[in-house]
Nanobody, 117 residues
Framework: QVQLVESGGGLVQAGGSLRLSCTAS????????MRWYRQALGKERELVAF????????NYADSVKGRFTISRDNAKNTVYLQMNSLKPEDTAVYYC??????????WGKGTLVTVSS
């Protein structure tokens, strides 16, 4: 059974930091590129960060570049999102996604991040 379980969300003041984790099971994690998405209330889901299967390449949305860092530990089947200098506009539900093609696309249930001003 495929599972992606996010954790680490919570309430933080503007300027603070959080580290999200997403632990995978039920598939060969090391073969999948991983992404973090977020969806704010009333807005569409947006891609935040991407990392290749081996972790050799990353990419970020312009809105988080320089503040967020995606990383992975394939031995632990876990992908991380380190979020620094958080802003109120970072408030959203954050989802992790594992993808290896159209038919191999898995999602977690999300973790809520709330940044107070």
């Amino acid at each position: 059974q495929v599972q992606l379980v996010e954790s680490g969300g919570g309430l933080v003041q503007a300027g603070g930091s959080l580290r999200l984790s997403c632990t995978a099971s039920g598939f060969t994690f090391s073969l999948y590129a991983m992404r973090w998405y977020r969806q704010a209330l009333g807005k569409e889901r947006e891609l935040v960060a991407f990392i290749t299967s081996a972790g050799g390449s990353t990419n970020y949305a312009d809105s988080v570049k320089g503040r967020f860092t995606i990383s992975r530990d394939n031995a632990k089947n876990t992908v991380y999102l380190q979020m620094n200098s958080l802003k109120p506009e970072d408030t959203a539900v954050y989802y992790c996604n594992a993808n290896r093609g159209v038919f191999m696309d898995y999602w977690g249930k999300g973790t809520l991040v709330t940044v107070s001003s």
